[in-house]
C-alpha cells in the first residue's frame, strides 16, 4: 500500500511503507511531515507511522484543580488531582499487552479519598471513547487493538456493554465520515457506488447499525443537494437525474411519497412550465376563439382593493338638552366623520382560464375577460397571484393549490 507524504500542505511523495522508513530514517522526510494512506479519515505527523500505538495516551493529562468546600470536609482530592493520578497510572501501564492490577486501582482509590472510576463516570466514557477512535485511525481494528481496548475498558471500570456501544458508535461516525468523503469526491457515480459498498463491507458493524448509519448520510447529502430547490425553483431534467441517481446509490428513497420526492417532481413540474411546451388543457367550458388553446384552468376566489369605511366618529359644537329618561335633545352643529382605508375585498368565487389569447374569470356573480396587452405585470403570492392591468381594478385571484403554475403560464405568454 501506498504512503502519501505531506509537507507543507503539499503532496511530496508516494512510497512504499519501508522506503518511508528509510527516508525518515536518513533524514530525507522531517517529523514535522504529514502521512495518509488508503483507508485514513485524516493525515497524520509521520511519526505516528511507525510508533507503538499502544504506547500513546490520546488525551492530555487532566489540569490541576482546587478542592471545592465538600472535598475538603470529607478529605478527599480534587477532581483535576484525582483524574492525574489516575491518568499517571494509565501512562504508567503497558496496556497494550498487560492490565492495571486491582491492588493499584485500590491504592488510587485509598489516595483520592473517593472510587474515582465511579465518581468521574462520564469522564471515562470519553476517555474510552479517545482510545477507541485512536486505534480506528488506520480504519481497523486489529486484534491486538482488540485485546487493548478489552484491558482499557477493564481498566476504566466500564462493562462489556458499554465498551461495545462506545465502539459501535465510534466506527459509524467513522464510516459516515469516510462515506461523506467518498461522496465529496468528483467522479462517476458508479465509482462512488463501489468505494461506499467496498467501505460497508470492511466496516464490522451490525447491518442495522451500518444502515443507520449510512441513512443519516444519505439524507444530509440529499438535503444539501436539495437545498437550492427548496423554494421551489426550477430543475432541469439533468439535475433531477443526478439526485435521483445520488439516492438511488445510496439507497435512500425519494419516492412521490417522500418529501424529497415531491419536491424534485414538482420542481421538475416548474422547469418543464418554464422551458418546454406548455400544457393543454382541453374541454373547457368556455368558447375559445380560433386558434386559442387553454394551458391552465382552476377554481379560484376573485379578490380587489375597495375602498371600506373603518371607522366613523361625530363632532361639531353644540349640547344636548335633556328631556326624559335616555332621551335627549341636541342643539347646534353636528358633523359625521368617516375614516376609511384600502382593504383586499372578495368579489366573486368561479374559474380562471389563462389561455394562449387571454384570461377569463367565470364567477357565479361575475366575468372577466383581459386580454395579455392588457397586464402589465404578474405576482406570485403564496396562495394567490395578482395582475397588474393598465387601467385600474387589479384582479387578485386566491387558490388552495399551489399558484406558481399559473404564475409560471402567465409569465410566459405575457413576455411573449
Not at 507543507?8 to 522531517?30: D, H, M, P, Y
Not at 471515562?124 to 482499557?152: C, G, H, N
Not at 394562449?356 to 404578474?378: E, M
Request: aromatic content about 8%; charged content about 25%.
Amino acid at each position: 500500500m501506498l504512503i502519501h507524504i505531506a509537507r507543507n500542505g503539499k503532496v511530496i511523495a508516494q512510497l512504499e511503507e519501508s522506503l518511508v522508513r528509510e527516508k525518515l530514517t536518513a533524514g530525507e522526510f522531517l517529523a514535522t511531515d504529514y502521512y495518509w494512506k488508503e483507508g485514513m479519515f485524516t493525515w497524520q505527523l509521520l511519526p505516528l507511522l511507525f510508533a507503538k500505538v499502544e504506547a500513546r495516551i490520546p488525551f492530555p493529562r487532566p489540569a490541576k484543580t482546587l478542592p471545592g468546600v465538600w472535598d475538603r470536609m470529607i478529605g478527599r482530592l480534587s477532581e483535576g488531582d484525582a483524574l492525574g493520578k489516575l491518568w499517571d497510572l494509565l501512562a504508567a501501564s503497558d496496556l497494550s499487552g498487560g492490565e492495571v492490577s486491582a491492588a493499584d486501582l485500590a491504592a488510587l482509590d485509598e489516595a483520592c479519598g473517593c472510587k474515582v472510576r465511579r465518581r468521574f463516570r462520564a469522564e471515562m466514557l470519553k476517555w474510552y471513547r479517545a482510545y477507541v477512535d485512536m486505534y480506528l485511525a488506520d480504519e481497523f481494528y486489529t486484534p491486538d487493538e482488540v485485546a487493548s481496548l478489552q484491558r482499557i475498558a477493564l481498566a476504566l471500570g466500564i462493562d462489556s456493554q458499554e465498551a461495545t456501544t462506545a465502539a459501535n458508535t465510534a466506527v459509524a461516525d467513522f464510516y459516515a465520515s469516510r462515506m461523506k468523503l467518498e461522496l465529496a469526491v468528483d467522479r462517476p457515480l458508479a465509482e462512488t457506488a463501489q468505494k461506499i459498498d467496498a467501505l460497508a463491507a470492511r466496516v464490522a458493524l451490525a447491518p442495522a447499525i451500518l444502515a443507520q448509519a449510512r441513512e443519516g448520510v444519505a439524507r444530509t447529502h440529499i438535503a444539501s443537494l436539495l437545498q437550492n430547490f427548496e423554494n421551489g425553483a426550477p430543475m432541469s431534467p439533468d439535475e433531477v437525474a443526478h439526485i435521483t441517481e445520488t439516492a438511488a446509490v445510496l439507497r435512500y428513497p425519494v419516492g412521490p411519497e417522500t418529501a424529497e420526492g415531491r419536491l424534485l417532481a414538482a420542481c421538475a413540474q416548474r422547469w418543464k412550465l418554464l422551458n418546454g411546451p406548455l400544457p393543454v388543457v382541453s374541454g373547457v367550458p368556455i368558447l375559445l376563439q380560433r386558434g386559442e388553446v387553454c394551458h391552465w384552468a382552476g377554481a379560484v376566489e376573485y379578490l380587489q382593493i375597495k375602498k371600506v369605511v373603518v371607522r366613523r366618529s361625530y363632532g361639531g359644537f353644540g349640547f344636548s338638552i335633556p328631556i326624559m329618561r335616555g332621551i335627549s335633545y341636541r342643539v347646534g352643529n353636528y358633523d359625521l366623520n368617516r375614516e376609511s382605508e384600502n382593504q383586499m375585498t372578495k368579489i366573486d368565487e368561479g374559474t380562471v382560464y389563462i389561455t394562449s389569447k387571454r384570461i377569463v374569470f367565470d364567477g357565479q356573480l361575475k366575468n372577466l375577460n383581459i386580454p395579455y396587452t392588457k397586464v402589465i405585470g404578474v405576482t406570485c403570492f403564496k396562495n394567490a397571484f395578482g395582475l397588474d392591468l393598465a387601467s385600474s381594478g387589479d384582479p387578485c385571484f386566491t387558490m388552495t393549490d399551489d399558484p406558481r403554475p399559473a404564475y409560471d403560464i402567465l409569465n410566459r405568454l405575457c413576455q411573449g
